[in-house]
């Protein structure tokens, strides 16, 4: 079960030196040399020895520094910082849900008094998405009390549900809170976004830093609006080369999780730039950033380009200013990815680094297909899913459970037309192929959750499954197999009853 | 055991240990003196609705284990050594064996919840790879004071429940090869448990569980008895103080950076 852990690398505080491109399996990855008009000067160097006893940042060596850095020395008030450094940063959303929610209020009430109020009743997001359509009675409560509390504080936005058993009837219900974050307009470049949840690097698709926290420091939070975070260096991963129809970001992100291991990016940035990268539309780079902390990885980033400012266009009206990585910003590692050698990936049981190709994996026989998670259940993730079964005509072979992240998705699945379907909806299809009907949006399963949640691997079962993380017990059964992949290899193993490489029915 | 208390201030880091202790600065020095003044919460706060400090004690406070009543500000040896059988753990143990998503419905700043998901700690773990349960069956806490294990431990999620359930359950000590970030980060800022690191890779594979270990924080050294071999560990460097304390607030309350409770 044990997946080899790369030795960390402790040199960030010894000698200056050149780090060789990292040793590689897969022939996608940095073979080839650098192309000559060099997408940037970025050298991958360790950052210098600083000696101990040394006065921090004279301020009279200034040098580049990575997005990661600039966005953490803008809110520390700091012209300049480097990596291993503990700064105090002014937080400008904090977003947390009804599993770190109520934890996070019993800290922030005991700490700061009964009657104490929040620093900033704006820039708290509550979002209820874990447990939701469950007839748990604690879960239920912990809805009440974020609820009590958002009241008590004036929090301007709670995503509140009230009635579980028609989610259209709650008008403010959201879902999944990374997706609901993008959808509402509270993800935006150069700012930091903290919540009590893993996946919250998400949001580092903005070109924003965003990582997740835990309670007690989320209360601390609360209180002040402040947090001590340690600057991460940074890994660059430069993605070049035409998306071939077959893959998703989902594939990329496996392929570099493969290759680097779940410890691989621990306490590091991980940032995503390159060809490949301008040419993914913001879900699908949501998708790339919302698994960097499988890598181990403090948080996920990706420059804000003319994706990034149409998609929020309709969805923010605050001001915002993006920040880029110099030119001759010092990166701890550089790896370089050739996407047109990248083939559907899935990690197999149990850890997202247990990379294998979809297509060496075609003998194993599953029992059921999950579609949904901030990972794989946006809007994209769900056309991506229509276009194989569109392709295939044929129906599934083994249950297909469908969990749309938030409303929004819910009603584009119900609405939007889907290319090359002579005008059918993604819903249209899915009932056709024989999927289950769409279910009301949540984190669902992809957690387990109580025992009750739709979808919920209650038996030990086999499962390919869109979500982030396949650790023995993660979707309710402890002898349960998750095989993770993206959409389109999700759909095409529902048709075939087997893992299934996309390419049998894309191509 | 170790004679010589830990002082919190003394303990110079090495590179590899400041990669990982959550308050260490560059210059080694205790982490609020390299804060400016105007983050001084102190300050601040006074300024704003929330009082000035309250002298009672909080009513409950599960998480302050640690704060023995002690007119000394040195840290109690008997508080920085740990003695007990030790339960052995591979690598990349993740937060959802540590404590399955189920059981996060128990919210750890309630009291009765608290000690609930201690209950719970490790329930997720296969069986087959691990056959000796954490907490024998009927009982709420657990016979290892220590924990040893591989790699990368605490991957996973954000979850605080996930420290909370092992301090809750009675461990005082991880002892692993490296930690996930967020694990780590939550480990010292609700002070539930240390989160010290070995030097040896492998030295899971040394030790099974049941094995009696001591593990002397001030001597930056772990002895398995039972096998006779003595470790060496990464030093705790400026974590230990604020798991000392109690966690994040209240080291920060003892050190003037914010009041104390409004009420």
Known sequence: MASPVMASNPAIFGAKKEFGFAPCSSPSIMRHRLPRRALNKVLAVVAPARSPGAPSASGSVKHAMTMTEKILARVSEKSHLEPGENVWVNVDVLMTHDVGGPGTIGIFKKEFGQNARVWDHEKIVIIPDHYIFTSDERANRNVDILRDFCLEQNIKYFYDIKGLSNFKANPDYKGVCHIALAQEGHCRPGEVLLGTDSHTCNAGAFGQFATGIGNTDAGFVMGTGKLLLKVPPTLRFVLDGEMPNYLLAKDLILQ??????????????????????????????????????????????????????????????????????????????????????????VAKPHSPDNRALARECKDVKIDRVYIGSCTGGKTEDFLAAAKVFLASGKKVKVPTFLVPATQKVWMDIYSLPVPGSGGKTCSQIFEEAGCDTPTSPSCGACLGGPRDTYARMNEPQICVSTTNRNFPGRMGHKEGQIYLASPYTAASSALTGYVADPRDFLM | MATTAMAAAAISATPSTVKNSFYACNNHAPFLSSCRPRLSFHHRLSSSPLTLPSLSAPKYSPIHRHCAASASSKVDASIANFHGPCYVLGDNIDTDQIIPAEYLTLVPSKPDEYEKLGSYAFIGLPSAAYSTPFIASGATKTGFPIIIAGANFGCGSSREHAPVALGAAGSRAVIAESYARIFFRNSVATGEIYPVECERVGLWKECTTGDIVTVELGENRLINHTTGKEYKLKPIGDAGPVIEAGGIFAYARKTGMIAAPSN
């Not at chain 1, 691989?264 to 040419?279: C, L, P, R």
């Not at chain 1, 790339?288 to 994706?307: F, I, R, S, T, Y």
């Open chain 1, 256 to 345: 570099i999780i493969g290759e680097i291991t779940v410890a691989g990016a621990t306490y590091k940035s991980m940032e995503f730039v390159g060809s490949t990268i301008q040419g993914l539309n913001m879900e699908e780079r949501m998708t790339l950033c919302n698994m960097a902390v499988e890598a181990g990885g403090k948080n996920g980033v990706v420059p804000a380009d003319e994706v990034t400012f149409k998609y929020l266009e309709d969805k923010t009206s605050e001001n915002y200013e993006p920040v880029y990585s110099d030119d001759n910003a010092r990166f701890i590692g550089e790896y370089r990815i050739d996407v047109s050698k990248v083939e559907p990936l």
